[in-house]
Structure formats: C-alpha cells, structure tokens
C-alpha cells in the first residue's frame, strides 16, 4: 500500500515526501482563498468547489479557513462555516445539510500514536468523522478523530468531542457529553429562559 491508501484506510503511515507535495499544494490553494476579497464571491466558491471532494449549493466558509488535503471532504447543502475554521482531513470527513460551525471550530482526523517509539518513527493514523444533517457546532468546539455526531444534535460552545454523539441532543463539556435531548420546548424558547 502506498503510504496515501494506509493513510485513507485507518492504518499507520508515514506522512512524508508521497504525501507533502499534496499537502504544498492544498496549502497554496487555502493561501490563495483566505487572501480573497471579500467581495470575489464566485471566484472564492470555484475555488472551494475545487478544494473539497463535493460541496452543495448555498455555502458560506469564512476566511481564514484551512484544511489538509481538501478532497477528503465532502459537505451537503446549506453550509456555513465562521472564521478561522480547521479541517484535519487526513481520512474522510462528511458533513450532512444544514450545518452551522461556530468560530474556530476544528474537526481533527488525524493523530499520532500515544506509544513514544511509534511517534519518534514519525508515524501517525487518521480516522473518519461524520457530521449529520442539521447539525450546529458552537464556536472553539474540537471534534476527534473517528466521531460520528447524529443528525439535529446541537454542540455547546468550547465542547471537546471524544466520543460519538446522538442524534436530537444538546451535548457540551470537556468531554462533551449529552445534557439532554431536544424536545418540544426548544420550539419557544430559544436560549435559557427566553422564550420567541
């Protein structure tokens, strides 16, 4: 296997000469897109279009946005990103439609192993994560390697996620855990006491 395909497969692998010039380019081409005005609307979409594996209609991704690869990712309809957005993308990353990232939010696929002589090796492993539809990440939220969040679940800001999240939950905390499920109540009030 090249060291791409154990990289894309959950396998340990070095990321080295193979894998750095891909990791040049993406970089070169986040430079160019977090150097736009902001005012070049259709060249920033093209460009992102370009980057990412898929993206659907009607995405806002606020600059500075970065990521490794970029063809890792795929992303629904509906997508808004605040800035300083981090996308680790060493495997797959699927984000479902309707999504809403908070600020500096990061999304981490990658990590290096907890052995030292397997670090020291320079090896390093990558797992999928999964975001569902309707989804909203409050801002400072880090998201682990291998997590899967469930469709309509909400992540309180600052929240560090180690572990898969239900569907329909408010879950916050380091580490994020589910305070509870969303309910009927959430549709008039729509934070702590105040209600629409």
């Given amino acids: 296997m090249t060291e791409k395909e154990k990289m894309l497969a959950g396998k340990l692998y070095h990321a080295g000469d193979e894998l750095a010039k891909e990791l040049r380019r993406t970089k ?3 430079h160019e897109i977090n150097n736009m005005h902001p005012d070049q609307i259709q060249p920033r979409e093209k460009a992102f279009r370009e980057l990412f ?13 970065f990521c490794d690869y970029g063809e890792n990712i795929t992303i629904g309809e509906n997508f808004y990103a ?21 600020p500096s939010v990061s999304v981490f696929t ?16 990558a797992f999928p994560i999964t975001i569902g539809n309707n989804v909203w990440i409050g801002g400072g939220t880090i998201i682990n390697p291998g997590i899967t969040i469930g469709d309509g679940a909400v992540i309180g800001a600052g929240s560090i996620v180690t572990k ?14 589910v305070l509870r499920e969303i309910n009927e109540d959430d549709k008039v009030r729509y934070f702590k006491d105040r209600t629409v």
Avoid: Q
């Fill in 82 to 102: 605040n800035h300083n957005c981090i996308i680790l993308d060493c495997a797959k990353v699927t984000i479902g439609d309707n999504v809403l990232f908070g």
């Fill in 164 to 177: 898969d999240i239900p569907p329909n939950v408010i879950a916050v905390g380091n580490p994020c855990k």
């Fill in 28 to 30: 070169c081409k986040i």
């Fill in 110 to 125: 990658a990590g290096h192993p907890v052995d030292t002589d397997l670090r020291l090796k320079g090896l390093e492993y």
């Fill in 53 to 65: 594996h898929s993206i659907g209609g009607n995405f806002n991704i606020e600059s500075p946005f």
